[in-house]
T-cell receptor, first 112, second 115 residues
């Protein structure tokens, strides 16, 4: 069985603060793929990153960075110097046989 | 063009109506998906089409009927829905690359209200 846990339901920060979103996953597969998506209030899910299980390099894209640790089954996401436009629901997901298993999501509110 | 489009944006229908949701992509993706998302919940997979054939049906009630007329289009036909079917319906598409699972690109969704 596959499962993704995002323990943080809501996070509120002031602009320019850093925010880290936790994601813990469970899978029996040796090869698997993890994703992060952003869903702003408009509703559209925006793809942020894909990571496969055999690539443990961390990644940075602008103000976004991801920390993948197979040893702890975690794939955490950090927004550096947050901005109001970062306010959204963020989903971590695991795929198996074309099925995306989403975590419950973390709502991030960035206050000006 | 990395866009998935969905029409209509909003739909209000009665329980006896028949309506259809439409999804289109021109990225050459051969896998297309329908998801249902209730408020404050993650999306739930409904159907997957791979090379225009239905490959996954997540035990969705028959009042939802998917159709994939060609590789760019995906429809969801609605009939005799219930108020609890009110939700955001999201369409997505992805490349198919053997055993590699590629990212899914989502459309903006259709917000459906059933009265």
């Amino acid at each position: 069985a596959q499962k993704v846990t995002q323990a943080q339901t809501e996070i509120s920060v002031v602009e320019k603060e850093d925010v880290t979103l936790d994601c813990v996953y469970e899978t029996r597969d040796t090869t698997y793929y993890l994703f992060w998506y952003k869903q702003p209030p408009s509703g559209e899910l925006v793809f942020l990153i894909r990571r496969n299980s055999f690539d443990e390099q961390n990644e940075i894209s602008g103000r976004y960075s991801w920390n993948f640790q197979k040893s702890t089954s975690s794939f955490n996401f950090t927004i550096t110097a947050s901005q109001v436009v970062d306010s959204a629901v963020y989903f971590c997901a695991l795929v198996n046989d074309y099925k995306l298993s989403f975590g419950a999501g973390t709502t991030v509110t960035v206050r000006a | 063009d990395t866009e998935v489009t969905q029409t209509p944006k909003h739909l209000v229908m009665g329980m006896t109506n028949k309506k259809s949701l439409k999804c289109e992509q021109h990225m050459g993706h051969r896998a297309m998906y329908w998801y249902k998302q209730k408020a404050k919940k993650p999306p739930e997979l409904m159907f997957v089409y791979s090379y225009e054939k239905l490959s996954i049906n997540e035990s969705v009630p028959s009042r939802f009927s998917p159709e994939c007329p060609n590789s760019s289009l995906l429809n969801l036909h609605l009939h005799a829905l219930q108020p609890e079917d009110s939700a955001l319906y999201l369409c997505a598409s992805s490349r198919t690359s053997g055993n590699t699972y590629n990212e899914q690109f989502f459309g903006p969704g259709t917000r459906l209200t059933v009265l």
